[in-house]
């Protein structure tokens, strides 16, 4: 498996409140991605990086934003969550643009 | 903006059977992924396909790839219970003679294989 970690796996919050998930990986993979997964939606990308400092926003950006201050680290943060948020978020890595993504464990997001 | 439609979404086989998944896309691309996902898990790589008429074969799984069609199909050769999960197509974002990292995934087709 990819050495990829998300954290935390499982958390509970409320409307309004600001929620930071953090993807590590070990793998010095120069791209990250992070998804959301909802039923009957498939995986929407949310933000990915190219590179420490360097981001882009994806499909479903809005409400969330990101930050890459280390190769290793990519962190999804929403500002003041809502309800649409409830979801399962993923972290992935690959080694270039074109190659094979490689997913993280999984991040369950419930905002009440 | 890039479509994927996956059919059918939901598959419920005999073990022994054969079957395919089809996965359609809307605009040019220059690589398609299939990936699987069993309940409550992460996703898991099967195939990359790149080039027109790319075929692909792991035990009972055969992806293809049809760039002119805008079509990969996904054939499951005498299903077996542990083939049991949900797949995935993906599709790679390409735009002015470029390829991004961006993935466009179709929904997803759920795959029950029963005794």
């Known amino acids: 498996d990819a050495g990829i970690t998300q954290s935390p796996r499982h958390k509970v919050t409320e409307t309004g409140t600001p929620v930071t998930l953090r993807c590590h990986q070990t793998?010095?993979?120069?791209?990250m991605y992070w998804y959301r997964q909802d039923p009957g939606h498939g995986l929407r990308l949310i933000h990915y990086?190219?590179?420490?400092?360097?981001?882009d926003k994806g499909e479903v950006s809005d409400g969330y934003s990101v930050s890459r201050s280390k190769t290793e680290d990519f962190l999804l943060t929403l500002e003041s969550a809502t309800s649409s948020q409830t979801s399962v978020y993923f972290c992935?890595?690959?080694?270039?643009?074109?190659?094979?993504?490689?997913f993280g464990p999984g991040t369950r997001l419930l905002v009440l | 903006e890039l479509k994927v439609e996956q059919n059918p979404l939901f598959l419920s086989m005999q073990e022994g059977k054969n079957y395919t998944i089809y996965c359609n896309y809307s605009?040019?691309?220059?690589?398609l992924y299939w990936y699987r996902q069993d309940p409550g898990k992460s996703l898991e790589s099967l195939f990359v396909?790149?080039?027109?008429?790319a075929v692909k074969q792991e035990g009972r799984l055969m992806a293809s790839l049809d760039t002119k069609a805008r079509l990969s199909t996904l054939h499951i050769t005498a299903a077996v219970h542990d083939l049991s999960a949900t797949y995935f197509c993906?599709?790679?974002?390409?735009?002015?003679?470029?390829?991004?990292?961006?993935?466009?995934f179709g929904q997803g087709t759920i795959l029950t294989v029963h005794p």
């Open positions: 992935a890595i690959s080694e270039s643009r074109r190659e094979t993504q490689y």
């Open positions: 793998e010095n993979h120069r791209y």
């Open positions: 990086s190219y590179g420490v400092k360097d981001t």
């Open positions: 605009t040019t691309s220059d690589r």
């Open positions: 396909l790149l080039s027109n008429g």
């Open positions: 993906a599709v790679g974002v390409r735009a002015g003679g470029t390829s991004y990292g961006k993935l466009t």
